[in-house]
């Protein structure tokens, strides 16, 4: 009787083991994928990305609720989200993109404002557009107060400018049905 | 249309593995001889439309057909063509369609070399390989399929291959590790089909070592290579870093070393076969838990977040179909493998089953190091890491014990051994070990303790080899007359068991002796370290083919003598905005010069990073020797003899042992 | 009892006090070699309500506040401060920091905590690329990479 025991322990550990493993596929490694939160947007006044001599600041978000995006043409899962975004905003979401410049070594300088915009272009014509307008957070401080941690990064703002979801991660059909969309709505209402 | 050949020539291999699976396992159990006589057809038939599938998407990389989503996101119209060829596994799903690929060249293997098995056996084995193939088939094409279209909007071109990765050594990687990997599914088959028989002989044995040395010898050289590339490409000095990606392919290796001993035994002394069975089962499943690690992100990648877990999912129900299927099969029927031979405590049977109790602790340990960060994050405990010490602390316990039966075991006699007997041979062993370890220690100042044992160990192997090989056959002349009568697998135990000592006295030198300086240089300085003179002299800049650079010159004097001028850069690649160091190294036998360029500062100086690493190559170079001793082993003639014995019945070959 | 049952009771008992004595063995080595992630927010306000010790080794990931990072003129001495939105923590480390170290950026610092909010780093790290990605897309970028967690350039 003991001995089989032993025999079916190689099975148990194995058991104990896949349920982590389960479990593991479905959690989300950054602990906090959807946050509702509820807090003013930062001041700041930040320039478009594509006419410099606009300036923005947080009153753009008064009176409308709107999709933060914080995206980037470095970011490769950006491209996975811009033809859903695309849609969305054809279906009359208002979102606004703040775009973080790419990380490069200071050795070997930023990239200039003109060639940046021209892949910003390029990006956006091949993938669509889902943008009222770029913030270009130049030297991402304003990213920073924010909270963000990465790209893509989404934050759902009310029609008060208040940030009332820190999302962290793409946009796709799944969690736009289930999480964002009755929030958004939600605030539609309000 | 090519693309759709593939496609449709992957779904008829699909089809094949699954008439493989059912057909040839039915005929077994109706004892019809031409059902099992399907296996063979069916498994060449399953491996020549995985070889289309493969040569078709190939074909795709090499004619730079863009309109398939996976080449579009893995190569580029710049890219030379044997990168093309290579990025074929540079991605998601391409990587499985080798993993298939392997796998159908395993199992026409098998059918081709079974000659000897009897034939309920062959179609036993070959049924399972079937199955295991057809979850995987059907995996590639419902949920990670390759040839996929992006029509009608197709890119002009691809995104770019990752620098990294156009570089030799990770062109050989991933295929000597899958190799290695799915090799460990013959030896699982062999297992499962003697679970399923209830019968498990010396027969069985023979066959199965033949298999499991090739899987290990590749997943040898696929760790090697992974280990060499990180080494010389990262540019930190690193050759081992204990993340999960390296313990995936590490855990298999560690139980199927063990597996390899435990057949032996198996053959000569038909003792341990359950054990021998859960370490068949083990090894395989180790690799496709290897496999489910680094291709679900479950633990690779801390960036990686929830997105649709499908893939994982039915990566998971494989495993757990596969692992849990054969371990419930173990539990219910390994109690009928009898083991009858009896041995006294001390013997060459106890020797190597403390061999195979430390190669197992080790491969818990390395679970454990690699599971338990995933474990704490779902009980909400938070993230944590398992730094390498722990993995460095563990292996140093379990080092010296292991070591100690790894000398004496193969002193020893089977059956019984009196310790008093080996005294002598213990005894000068360790004592020209010991007069060696410190002779060699003595070069270097503070001496370690740590790598006093390491070093004593791996001389201590050494003589114990030439001990064993001298007090078996002889000294002077009879002894060279029948040290050629010596069987090639007693030369791979040989030469497996000085790579081992090659790789330890590596390991023990280079962790403890390596000297690592992070600089603030200006032009022209000079600094010290460990009796070398580093001289900087200065940084030119660099423009390459996609790339610009700067790179730093600097001469290496030893003694007032001029010994190296190395150049060490670091890139930043246009195309891609990537920076990459490249270190410059000088290798040697006994010593790695190694220099990295860090950045500059504010007043002009540089931040350089210099090492001095002792013995470094020795590592790879036991790693080598372990495999060619495997591949020695596996020329063995006993295991080509009972191949020419094409209808001898199983029960004749049972009663030979050579 | 008889003698062979007697043999058999000491083997067992032997058997646990190895099996109990590895297992402590392996316990103690994770205690001392297990580093937890936090973000500043948690060095500062705890994490679960607990603060983290002084001396204790942990892991710590933000953003370097643009501004704040000092060097010393001779050595490779550097510090700098690091911040998710809220509490400031500040590091000290010595030795070459990775290619993509830059004010603004995300990096990950594993080091030893002396005051409450001033980290000892033996390492540091930037964060790859600051993205989050699908699992296959991070395993094609990463995976090949081999992450190397201490001796990421990235």
Redesign the interface.
């Known amino acids: 009787m003991k001995s089989r025991l032993i025999l079916v322990l190689p099975l148990l550990i194995f058991f104990g083991i896949s349920i982590f493993l389960f479990s593991g596929l479905f959690s989300d490694p950054t602990y906090k994928n959807q946050v509702q939160v509820s807090r003013d947007i930062p001041e700041f006044a930040l320039a478009d990305l594509m006419q410099p001599q606009v300036i923005y600041d947080q009153s753009v978000f008064s009176g409308e609720v709107t999709l933060l995006n914080v995206w980037g043409v470095w970011c490769v899962t950006c491209d996975v989200e811009l033809p859903f975004l695309s849609q969305l905003r054809e279906q009359g979401v208002r979102i606004v993109g703040l775009y973080l410049p790419e990380s490069v070594d200071a050795d070997f300088g930023t990239k200039p404002l003109a060639q940046l915009q021209r892949e910003v272009t390029a990006k956006l014509q091949r993938l669509g557009n889902p943008y009222q307008f770029n913030i270009l957070d130049a030297d991402r401080q304003y990213s920073i107060d924010l909270g963000v941690t990465g790209a893509p990064e989404t934050y759902l703002v009310d029609k008060k400018g208040v940030i009332r979801m820190h999302l962290i991660g793409d946009i796709n059909p799944q969690n736009w049905q289930t999480q964002i969309a009755p929030l958004y709505q939600e605030l539609l209402a309000e | 249309m090519l693309a759709e050949l593939g496609h449709f020539s992957l779904a008829l291999a699909f089809l094949m593995a699954v008439a493989l699976a059912i057909y040839p396992m039915w005929g077994v159990q109706r004892a019809s001889q031409t059902m099992m006589a399907l296996a063979r057809p069916l498994a060449t038939g399953m491996f020549l439309f995985t070889a289309i599938a493969y040569g078709a998407l190939t074909w795709a990389f090499v004619s730079n057909d863009f309109t398939l989503s996976y080449v579009a996101s893995n190569s580029n119209s710049a890219l030379p063509v044997y990168y093309r060829v290579t990025a074929v596994w540079g991605g998601h799903e391409g990587s499985f369609l080798l993993w298939v690929f392997v796998l159908s060249c395993w199992t026409v293997a098998v059918a081709r070399f079974s000659r000897a098995m009897p034939q309920p056996m062959v179609a036993r084995v070959l049924a399972i390989l079937g199955l295991i193939a057809a979850s995987f088939y059907l995996y590639v094409l419902t949920a990670s399929n390759p040839f996929e279209r992006l029509l009608p909007f197709y890119p002009v071109d691809g995104r770019d291959l990752n620098p990294l990765l156009q570089d030799i050594g990770m062109i050989m990687h991933p295929p000597m590790l899958y190799m290695g990997y799915v090799g460990f599914s013959v030896v699982f088959a062999l297992a499962i089909a003697a679970l399923i028989n209830g019968r498990l002989d010396a027969a069985w044995a023979r066959w199965a070592r033949p298999w499991t040395l090739a899987a290990w010898v590749f997943l040898t050289i696929g760790i090697m290579l992974g280990s060499w590339w990180a080494y010389y490409e990262l540019g930190w000095g690193g050759w081992w870093f204990w993340d999960p990606v390296e313990n995936a392919s590490f855990m298999p290796w560690l139980a199927g070393t063990a597996l390899l001993h435990s057949l032996a035994v198996t053959e000569k002394r038909k003792l341990f076969k359950s054990w021998t069975v859960l370490l068949a089962i083990a090894a395989f499943s180790l690799s496709l838990l290897g496999t489910f690690l680094v291709r679900s992100g479950v633990i690779v990648s801390v960036h990686a977040f929830a997105s649709d877990p499908t893939r994982g999912l039915f990566i998971l129900g494989i495993l757990a179909v596969t692992i849990g299927g054969s371990l419930l099969l173990f539990a219910l029927r390994a109690a009928g493998l009898r083991s009858l031979a009896n041995y006294q405590p001390v013997s060459r049977e106890v020797m190597l089953m403390g061999n195979n109790l430390f190669l197992s602790a080790a491969t818990l340990v390395v679970l454990l190091g690699t599971l338990l960060p995933l474990v704490h994050k779902e009980l909400g405990l938070g993230s944590i890491s398992i730094g390498a010490p722990f993995f460095n602390q563990m292996f140093s316990y379990l080092i010296g014990p292991f070591v100690a039966l790894l000398a004496i075991g193969p002193l020893s006699r089977w059956k019984n051994q009196s310790l008093l007997a080996l005294r002598g041979q213990i005894i000068t062993g360790l004592l020209i070990a010991a007069v060696g370890s410190l002779l060699i220690n003595w070069q270097y100042s503070g001496i370690e303790a740590w790598a006093l044992v390491g070093t004593l160990l791996a001389l201590w192997i050494g003589v114990s080899t030439v001990q064993e090989i001298v007090s078996r056959h002889g000294d002077g002349q009879a002894g060279m007359q029948s040290l050629k009568r010596l069987t090639p697998s007693h030369w791979g135990m040989v030469l497996g068991h000085i790579g081992f000592a090659v790789t330890l006295m590596g390991i023990a030198l280079t962790s403890h002796y390596s000297v690592e300086k992070d600089v603030r240089m200006a032009v022209g300085e000079r600094t010290e370290l460990a009796g070398y003179q580093f001289e900087f002299n200065g940084v030119t800049s660099l423009q390459g083919p996609n790339y610009r650079g700067q790179q730093a010159l600097v001469d290496i004097y030893q003694d007032g003598e001029h010994i190296a001028h190395l150049r060490a850069e670091k890139r930043f690649y246009q195309v891609q905005r990537n920076m990459m160091t490249e270190a410059a190294i000088d290798g040697g036998f006994t010593r790695d010069l190694y220099v990295a360029l860090g950045e500059q500062l504010s007043n002009g100086d540089w931040g350089l990073r210099l090492y001095v690493k002792p013995f470094v190559r020795w590592i790879w170079a036991g790693a080598l020797l372990m495999a060619l001793g495997g591949i020695m082993s596996m020329l063995d003639k006993r295991y080509r003899l009972a191949q020419a014995k094409t209808n001898a019945p199983v029960e004749q070959l049972q009663g030979q042992t050579v | 009892m008889n003698p062979r049952r007697k043999s058999r009771l000491t083997g067992v008992l032997a058997i646990m006090l190895l099996v109990a004595g590895?297992i402590y063995?392996?316990l103690s080595?994770?205690s001392?070699?297990?580093?937890?992630?936090l973000t500043p927010s948690e060095v500062i306000q705890g994490?679960?309500g607990t603060v983290p010790k002084q001396g204790q080794r942990l892991?710590v990931g933000g953003?370097v506040?643009?501004g704040t990072v000092t060097?010393d003129?001779?050595?490779?001495k550097v510090a700098f401060s690091l911040?998710?939105?809220g509490p400031v923590v500040r590091v000290e480390y010595?030795?070459?920091?990775p290619?993509?170290f830059?004010?603004?950026?995300?990096i990950v610092v594993t080091g030893t905590l002396a005051a409450a909010d001033l980290v000892i780093a033996d390492e540091v790290l930037?964060?790859?690329?600051?993205?989050?990605?699908?699992?296959?897309?991070?395993?094609?970028?990463?995976?090949?990479?081999?992450?190397?967690?201490?001796?990421a350039?990235?």
Request: proline share 6%; no cysteine.
């Open positions: 590895a063995m392996v080595a994770l001392e070699n297990m580093d937890m992630f994490k679960n892991k953003m506040i643009p060097r003129e001779e050595s490779l911040t998710d939105t010595e030795g070459l920091l290619d993509l830059r004010e603004g950026q995300g930037a964060k790859h690329d600051e993205e989050y990605m699908p699992p296959e897309l991070a395993e094609k970028m990463k995976g090949i990479k081999h992450v190397k967690p201490q001796d350039t990235y």
